[in-house]
């Protein structure tokens, strides 16, 4: 049971780092990102790739970092004259081309089959401190993302992250480059994100064409949704509940004898309901933005 909650708790962490980039860029600037899983999977990538060469895991990480920030650059570059719907077709379009690649490229990214067979972080310690140690780890870089993410949201940075995506004209009117403000928030999640991606990986032993599917991008919207939309606590608070459903409906499968397939589609569902139940009652997520007002 230790050993479970262990993972448990290791897994919302990694995707909580993956949740605080995409609350960068949808909380604070109201950028749509349907692929933003594109920056996860480029950290991973990076990371199995330069292990697998024998350059260690912290090249691979900083590689992933670096590489996920030259995508969120491009990606402003390129979307800085589309409205919100196209912008986020384009996204969704470019981590589906990242993913084909990673599908096709076996020299490089395994195909098909990935890379796999990392060596496992602290593998020299003895079960389960090895995990425990890695579960500190993450822990602390997720807080730490986390603390960054408020200061950035309370300073000048986030305020004109705020008033971009509330009142663009104006926000270009009083002299703010959206492109500038744009590239800064993409990149700043980009790096988040490829840090989350790198470590599931290294997690995991395992990086595979999977990582990129669409579904893990929905999840983490599903994640700020259900938490609140501009709000680091928000995004805690969304992160442990989805997580909390993710570890607790495989129980039902041993108490009412479900199949896999059930237990699945169970998982889902209770999913699905959370969130219809928190549009229809809490469509600011559970713990709201609260924007300062100046008194009058």
């Not at 949740?19 to 990538?45: E, K, R, T």
């Not at 780890?137 to 971009?164: D, E, K, P, S, Y």
Request: aromatic share 10%; glycine share 12%; hydrophobic share 55%.
């Amino acid at each position: 049971m230790f050993e479970f909650l262990v993972h448990a708790l290791t897994i919302a962490a990694i995707y909580g780092m993956m949740a605080l980039g995409l609350h960068l860029q949808a909380g604070y600037a109201g950028l749509m990102n349907f692929g933003h899983i594109a920056f996860a999977g480029l950290g991973a990538y990076a990371t199995g790739i330069a292990i697998r060469a024998g350059w260690g895991a912290p090249l691979g990480l900083a590689a992933g970092v670096g590489l996920a920030v030259a995508l969120g650059w491009c990606i402003s570059r390129l979307g800085r004259q589309l409205a919100a719907d196209y912008w986020a077709i384009v996204t969704l379009a470019i981590a589906e081309i990242l993913r084909t690649i990673a599908n096709n490229e076996g020299w490089l990214t395994g195909g098909a089959q990935g890379i796999s067979a990392l060596p496992t972080p602290f593998g020299t310690l003895p079960r389960p401190y090895n995990s425990l140690v890695f579960l500190l780890l993450v822990v602390a870089l997720f807080i730490a993302f986390a603390w960054l993410c408020q200061r950035l949201g309370n300073g000048r940075l986030g305020r004109a992250l705020r008033l971009m995506r509330e009142e663009p004209k104006l926000a270009g009117c009083m002299g703010y480059n959206l492109t500038a403000l744009k590239s800064r928030s993409l990149m700043a999640a980009g790096a988040v994100t490829a840090v989350g991606g790198s470590l599931y990986a290294q997690y995991m032993s395992f990086v595979g064409p999977d990582y990129l599917l669409a579904a893990e991008t929905f999840l983490l919207w599903t994640m700020l949704m259900i938490g609140g939309m501009g709000n680091t606590a928000g995004v805690v608070v969304g992160v442990l509940l989805v997580q909390g459903v993710y570890t607790a409906v495989p129980f039902f499968k041993d108490v009412f004898n479900f199949n896999s397939d059930m237990t699945a589609a169970l998982r889902l569902g209770l999913i699905g309901v959370l969130l219809l139940a928190c549009l229809l009652w809490r469509s600011q997520g559970l713990v709201p933005e609260k924007i300062r007002k100046i008194p009058t």
